[in-house]
């Protein structure tokens, strides 16, 4: 499951997809599985519209998200949110050691 490049130049816009893994980032899909406007709108909002029973369901068969989707899917409740890690912190603790 990845995004799939739409929009101009500087004004970017994205679907997200069921892809088979050997094809290229604008290439032939399986499924649209929703869209991911990375753009702001004039309230401060990223839109993002999400097929949440067809995620599921590509998750199940075994579809593996991309760290950018992961991410999103973690904002909505469908996959666990990954937990921050704070690598400034190690390297610190390093070199106070």
Known sequence: IRLQ???EK???YYRIVAADARSPRDGKCLEYLGTYNPI???EGEKLVTLNIERIKYWL???AQPTERIAK???AANVLP???LYRF???KEAKAAA
């Open 81 to 83: 949110a990954k937990p």
């Open 60 to 62: 199940v068969v075994g």
């Open 88 to 90: 400034n912190e190690a």
């Open 10 to 12: 500087s004004l970017p």
């Open 40 to 42: 702001a709108n004039k």
């Open 5 to 7: 490049r739409f929009g």
């Open 72 to 74: 999103l899917l973690g």
